[in-house]
């Protein structure tokens, strides 16, 4: 995104300086390495970082169990002047602007991983992180859609926001929200967040079947508003176009009305995307390009699986076109397309454009390998003009992305921040360059931080985990400043396709890695949904005055094949009383009752309890197989 700073250099306090030196010099000492020994890749603690650093992006109230430690509330009052509750999402990058459109495309694709890779990432035990990774943007889009025809499609003023340098906790910056509606519309944002709602519904189905339901209403509802009411969002909303100017909406329609299809299986979106595919572009334009602007190639290949699962007999004509442009998207990035190829740089990274372009590699080889999976599951291979690949080379290619992401690279440097013994230290990020309030609880003010902390040459106070930067030049050249955004800035965007990807990657390569940690989980991590299945539904409401009541009833089912004891969830958001779970001794925890210990295979217990609006969060914390 596009930054304006203005700042001067002073000296900041001596004990400012006092308090981060030492943390400061062990970090420098470590990036300072010269020899570096480039060990195998670790994908599933690369994964694991990776849902660390969505956990560092996000606004609102956070949990009282986060692993981020050095992050705290922000942004508590978001959509109060507009009286409406725009509390929670995600920070798009290292500033503080709730910006709509890369925000949608990171849970779309954050809910693609999930449904593509859900066998392996709950083999590794993250699909507790994946869902809650999901929901925190779902939850806030759930809130910013407060009437069919309406979407809160930002929170924060990015001028205002660029021209300070302070954390999320301290923002002093207008928190101004601005909406679509039918007179100010925005189909590429409507679109491309019914598309996040959508994916995250099938994300959803197997573990929490009510919210899956909530969110392809929302879903439909979105997706009308954005054909019906046609327009760019920052036409609508001019303040976003200095920062993500939209190209176009007619991408984000058909990917729209695709992820629809898959998550309903109603024909009349099969046929939308048929019907307007050549008008619109889906069938006619060759990319080779996938972003958080540009969602062809992610349409081309999302529909091509269609046609290789036989779920649109009657429309194969129309979608073998666009399978043509997913090959050619694909055969682009291999270096098969007859000269008309994706660059490569020197060491072998795909470089699209100058600006963050480790979102452009970690989006197309996630959708590389979602394509490879699709072509070995039907026995084929990619034809390029340039030759046949077979499924197994393009997972190659792939994986030599991923791996010089992770180190493997001319410059022997990750790209990920915490990952690897050589990593960006000066990263262009608010709260990781600014000293915690845990440990400086008094405001640092907007000229301050500039001052003395934009400014300063040692390493980041707080080391943001799992951060992917936005990497090297076209010749691989790397300049670790913090006033280098182009190349130091970490976006959501570009981080969110990596779960996808590390988590197919570790499944294929896993334990190759002399440090390696199986699942790369901690204490504090939310622990798979699987093997007990949470079916959520409302059995009655009534009203008290002008207050709704809501009984809501949660079954669970043991789906595996062992007898489960030792069960404990977690019940967050919970403002009501429940029934038929016995509190545990740390808070929103709860264990089965004294006289239900004990889960058989396929054995089923519910619990109920009364509150208004919407549903508790409750996942697994815990249990045993007997």
């Known amino acids: 995104m596009f930054h304006t700073y203005v700042w001067s250099i002073s000296i900041f306090e001596a004990i400012m300086k006092t308090l981060n030196s030492g943390v400061c010099l062990i970090l420098v000492g470590l990036l300072t390495i010269t020899a570096v020994t480039v060990a195998e890749s670790n994908y599933g603690e690369a994964l694991d970082k990776t849902f660390m650093f ?66 392996e990432i709950t083999n590794l035990n993250q699909m507790g992180h994946a869902l809650w990774a999901i929901r925190w943007g779902t939850d806030y889009f759930i809130k910013a859609h407060t009437q069919p025809n309406v979407l809160w499609g930002q929170v924060g003023d990015g001028n205002s926001d660029h021209y300070c340098w302070e954390r999320a906790e301290d923002m002093t910056t207008p928190r101004t929200a601005f909406k679509l509606d039918q007179d100010h519309p925005g189909s590429d944002l409507a679109g491309e967040t019914a598309a996040a709602l959508a994916a995250s519904s099938m994300a959803f189905k197997p573990y929490n079947s009510s919210y899956s339901d909530l969110l392809l209403v929302h879903a439909k509802q979105l997706f009308s508003f954005a054909d019906r009411f046609r327009g760019l969002y920052d036409d609508s909303i001019p303040n976003a176009k200095q920062f993500y100017k939209s190209s176009g909406y007619s991408d984000e329609l058909l990917w729209a009305a695709a992820w629809l299809f898959r998550a309903t299986g109603e024909e009349q979106y099969l046929k ?52 043509a442009k997913a090959d050619y998207f694909a055969c682009a990035c291999l270096q098969k397309n007859d000269g008309y190829n994706v660059q490569l740089t020197p060491g072998g990274l795909m470089y699209v454009h100058e600006w963050n372009n480790m979102q452009y590699a970690s989006a197309a080889s996630f959708l590389l390998a979602v394509y490879s999976d699709s072509l070995s599951a039907a026995n084929s291979e990619l034809t390029c003009p340039d030759g046949q690949v077979q499924p197994r080379e393009i997972l190659d290619f792939v994986r030599s992305q991923a791996d010089y992401i992770l180190g493997k690279n001319p410059k022997s440097m990750s790209y990920m921040v915490g990952y690897g ?67 130091t800035e970490p976006t959501i965007s570009a981080s969110a396709p990596l779960v996808g990807l590390f988590s197919k990657l570790e499944s294929l390569y896993g334990n190759t890695g002399p440090n390696h940690k199986g699942s790369a989980t901690t204490n504090n991590q939310p622990p798979q949904c699987e093997p007990i299945k949470f079916v959520h539904s409302i059995t009655s409401k009534w009203n008290v005055g002008k207050t709704t009541y809501y009984r809501h009833k949660v079954t669970m089912k043991n789906t595996s094949q062992k007898p489960i004891t030792g069960v404990k969830l977690m019940v967050r958001e919970l403002t009501g009383p429940i029934w038929g779970l016995s509190p545990a001794a740390n808070k929103n925890t709860y264990e089965l009752p004294q006289w239900l210990r004990l889960l058989k295979p396929g054995s089923e217990c519910s619990f109920v309890y009364v509150q208004e609006g919407p549903q508790a969060k409750v996942s697994l914390l815990s249990y045993k197989y007997r």
């Open 54 to 119: 969505l956990e560092a992006q996000r606004s609102g109230k956070l949990p009282s169990d986060r692993r981020v430690k050095w992050r705290g509330d922000s942004g508590l009052k978001d959509g109060f002047l507009q009286n409406v509750d725009l509390v929670g999402g995600y920070y798009d990058a290292g500033d503080h602007v709730k910006f709509g459109l890369p925000m949608a495309f990171s849970v779309t694709m954050l809910a693609w991983g999930t449904i593509e890779y859900r066998k």
């Open 272 to 323: 939308y995307v048929v019907d307007n595919g050549a008008y619109m572009g889906g069938t006619g334009l060759a990319v080779k390009e996938f972003s958080w602007d540009n969602k062809y190639a992610g349409l081309q290949i999302l529909l091509s699986k269609v046609l290789i699962e036989k779920k649109g007999v009657a429309y194969t004509s129309t979608l073998k076109l666009y399978q």
């Open 421 to 487: 013994p050589k990593y960006p230290a000066h990263v262009h990020h608010r709260g990781a360059s600014i000293a915690s309030i845990s440990f400086l609880p008094s405001p640092v003010s907007c000229v301050q931080g500039f001052d003395a902390w934009y400014c300063r040459r040692e390493a980041d106070p707080n080391v943001i985990q799992g951060a992917l930067v936005g990497g090297p030049d076209r010749n691989d050249n790397f300049n670790d400043e913090r006033s280098n955004y182009e190349q």
